[in-house]
Structures are given as C-alpha cells and as structure tokens.
C-alpha cells in the first residue's frame, strides 16, 4: 500500500523555525511573573541570564522566543500553553526564519514591527504602541490573523567614535 500524506499540514507553526536554513539560538530564563508566548519579541530580564517579553519601545531585543516541543511544568501551577512559564529556559532565535502570528496582512520584504497592544506582528508604521524590531523582515507575504514568516538576524549595535 503506497504512503499518502496530508495537504493540509501547516509549513512551520508559531515560534518554530519554518526552514533549515542557518540559525543560531540562545537561551536565558524567564524572570517575569508573565508567560512569554512563543513567537514574540524578547529582552534582557533584570537578572544575569534572564529575559522577559518586549513591553515598550526602544529596548534592547535579544530575539524571538522560540517554540518547544515539551514543557517540565506543564500542567503545574501557572501553566499557559503555548508560552514559557516564570523560571523556564527560553529559547531565543538571534538568527534565522521563524514563524509568529500576524495582526495585519503583510508584504514580503517589509521591515517587521510588533505591536506591543495586540501582541501580534505588523509592518505597520512605528509609533508608541508598534515597536520596530531592528534586524527583522517578513520573508514572505501573509494574512492578518495567520502565522507569518520573520527572517531575523540580531544586529550587533556598536557605537564609533573618531579620534
């Protein structure tokens, strides 16, 4: 009997890799009393090695929290599905395509944004409640409400000064 296969699985999901393409992760613990969701912006915590989820404009973005197959608390108290619970190990795109969920319809190439209100991404304009994420652009063309495709590569901010 031949094999067949389903046409209607998702290419890649929220927080996950949607290639193989080269890529790199980091992982910092979670230090907020607030889940991460997978797929959102992500910032230094307040604490050595911490994190916590984009709140405001002008931070400094480690990456984009990526998704994970298990969770060593799931089920316990404070489990959300889908995020990383307080003192869980995040793991951090600072490189590579990944999935997140779009707010609006998007055009491929655009400079990728998150609004910090609806929690989801946008290519809308930069404003006090849309923050641009600086080395983060759609790869593809997509649909609000739909998982999008983010190729990312964390920029390595560095100032020169003449002497």
Same mark, same amino acid.
């Given at each position: ?12 999901a929220q927080g996950r890799r949607a290639n193989m393409e080269e890529w790199n992760a980091i ?9 991460? *969701?997978?797929?959102?912006?992500? %910032?230094? &915590? ?5 994190? !916590? @989820? #984009?709140? =405001?404009? $002008? ?14 608390n799931e089920g316990g108290v404070n489990f959300v599905a889908d995020t990383h619970a307080q003192?869980?190990?995040? *793991?951090?795109?600072?490189?590579? %395509?990944? &999935? ?5 319809? !998007? @055009? #491929?190439? =655009?400079? $990728? ?48 000064v003449a002497s």
């Open positions: 009997m031949p094999m067949t296969f389903s046409t209607e699985i998702a290419a890649y992982t910092r613990t979670n230090s907020g009393t607030t889940p991460i *969701p997978f797929g959102v912006p992500v %910032v230094p &915590g307040t604490g050595a090695h911490t994190c !916590v @989820a #984009l709140t =405001a404009t $002008a931070q400094n973005i480690l990456g984009i929290s990526e998704a994970v197959a298990t969770h060593p003192y869980a190990s995040v *793991p951090i795109c600072d490189m590579g %395509v990944i &999935g997140v969920m779009l707010g609006k319809d !998007v @055009a #491929l190439g =655009a400079q $990728a944004r998150y609004d910090l209100t609806n929690k989801v991404w946008t290519d809308a304009a930069q404003s006090a409640t849309v923050a641009t994420i600086p080395g983060a652009q759609f790869d593809e063309a997509g649909k609000s409400g739909a998982i999008g495709v983010v190729r990312y590569r964390r920029p390595i901010l560095s100032l020169s």
